[in-house]
């Protein structure tokens, strides 16, 4: 799958997640800024990675700016993200 665009899904609300993300550079580059980092550092970037891989995407740059969101939450937006930079804009 081809990112055309800059797109953002979520908010900043507690208990969720912003997810941003624009066209790569060849590659998948991740920043991920959390209240939760040092915990679940690991899993999020697990979580990021398994939901880019099951969307078939391998160029992009998606930042995650965490506020304590469950796995199914971040996944969510992280899809809602994707389908919104399909599109050229």
Known sequence: MEILSSAVSGTMESSDCMVSVSPGSGKIEIQIESIVLNQFGDELKKTIENTLKELDVSNVKI???????????????IECAIERAKEKK
């Open 63 to 77: 930042s995650l700016f965490d506020r304590g969101a469950l796995d199914l939450v971040i996944k969510s937006r």
